[in-house]
T-cell receptor, first 113, second 114 residues
Framework: QKEVEQNSGPLSVPEGAIASLNCTYS??????FFWYRQYSGKSPELIMF??SNGDKEDGRFTAQLNKASQYVSLLIRDSQPSDSATYLC?????????????WGLGTSLAVNP | DTGVSQDPRHKITKRGQNVTFRCDPI?????LYWYRQTLGQGPEFLTY????????KSRLLSDRFSAERPKGSFSTLEIQRTEQGDSAMYLC????????????FGPGTRLTVT
């Protein structure tokens, strides 16, 4: 089992809909979780991070963390064609290994006009 | 611009040549990371520094790869005797050492080995 897993997609949603992206992780000691957006040929751009159970909202984006079930999700409300990108989930694992992020392979999102 | 910068943005080289990339982190960030990314994959960790100390290096990194951060500010990544399999996007990121440690990426250097 990979340490951070995401569905590769593509996930296709119509413009204006809610896009839901999911990520699971294997290490119960994982601390912080990050969502990055990456456009083709560009570098990852940080969208949000979360480290407490529950929801964290920033504009159209909401990150949700459930440590008991070991998943973290990203909701994008009122999806726009410009949201079409690959979304990478990353986690800092247990306290003894907090020096690097462990990455998922990313989920491709297509928002159709 | 106070973000992470990388130079060059693109590099085409012939197999066997040496290449060097530079990364300038966000000024107050004491951690600097190097990653490599190929199409359809997440970033692959190469190495990271805290100030001038190189604290971890990936076991996947061959001896042809070396990185330095001599004054705790900018960093260089050198690849000696390049191979076609080295073709990838090389990403640099920086972070603080405290708090959630979120990393901010530079634009990357795309290396093509012919």
């Amino acid at each position: 089992q990979k340490e951070v897993e995401q569905n590769s997609g593509p996930l296709s949603v119509p413009e204006g809909a809610i896009a839901s992206l999911n990520c699971t992780y294997s290490d119960r000691g994982s601390q912080s979780f990050f969502w990055y957006r990456q456009y083709s040929g560009k570098s990852p751009e940080l969208i949000m991070f979360i480290y407490s159970n529950g929801d964290k909202e920033d504009g159209r984006f909401t990150a949700q963390l459930n440590k008991a079930s070991q998943y973290v999700s990203l909701l994008i409300r009122d999806s726009q064609p410009s949201d079409s990108a690959t979304y990478l989930c990353a986690a800092i694992l247990n306290a003894g290994n907090n020096r690097k992020l462990i990455w998922g392979l990313g989920t491709s999102l297509a928002v159709n006009p | 611009d106070t973000g992470v910068s990388q130079d060059p943005r693109h590099k085409i080289t012939k197999r066997g040549q040496n290449v060097t990339f530079r990364c300038d982190p966000i000024s107050e960030h004491n951690r600097l990371y190097w990653y490599r990314q190929t199409l359809g994959q997440g970033p692959e960790f190469l190495t990271y520094f805290q100030n001038e100390a190189q604290l971890e290096k990936s076991r996947l990194l061959s001896d042809r790869f070396s990185a330095e951060r001599p004054k705790g500010s900018f960093s260089t990544l050198e690849i000696q005797r390049t191979e076609q399999g080295d073709s990838a996007m090389y990403l640099c990121a920086s972070s603080l050492s405290g708090g959630p440690k979120e990393q901010y990426f530079g634009p990357g250097t795309r290396l093509t080995v012919t």
